[in-house]
């Protein structure tokens, strides 16, 4: 039902993907990887919050929103720390920011939609 919601299609394919690449995240680095999973997870719930409350007034499916977009830039955050340690290389940094900012974007094109 909600893989026609694009936004929702979007973030659950990148956190496949990124599910199979932090099996190999180094143990020192192992809180980098529980942090990417309570976003992911918190996406996910971000994401179905909003839809279920399609009929709330527009400023509490901003906020559900705003929320994911936290959520995203700090995802952002792990995959900087994660290059910086050198746990992941530049090609597949720049391939997962690439996605990320993808997602960003329709994120911020479904806000603008919310707030006509």
Do not use: W
């Not at 099996?23 to 309570?38: E, K």
């Amino acid at each position: 039902m909600n893989d026609k919601f694009i936004l929702h299609k979007l973030v659950k394919e990148f956190s496949y993907e990124m599910m199979k690449y932090t099996n190999n995240i180094p143990r020192n680095l192992v809180y980098l990887r529980n942090n990417m999973q309570t976003v992911f997870d918190n996406s996910i719930r971000l994401i179905k919050y909003y839809t279920v409350n399609m009929n709330e007034t527009p400023r509490i499916k901003l906020k559900y929103l705003k929320d994911l977009v936290v959520e995203l830039s700090m995802l952002d955050y792990y995959l900087e720390c994660l290059y910086t340690f050198k746990a992941l290389g530049k090609n597949q940094f720049n391939v997962y920011t690439g996605k990320l900012e993808e997602i960003r974007k329709l994120a911020y094109g479904v806000i603008n939609s919310e707030k006509k």
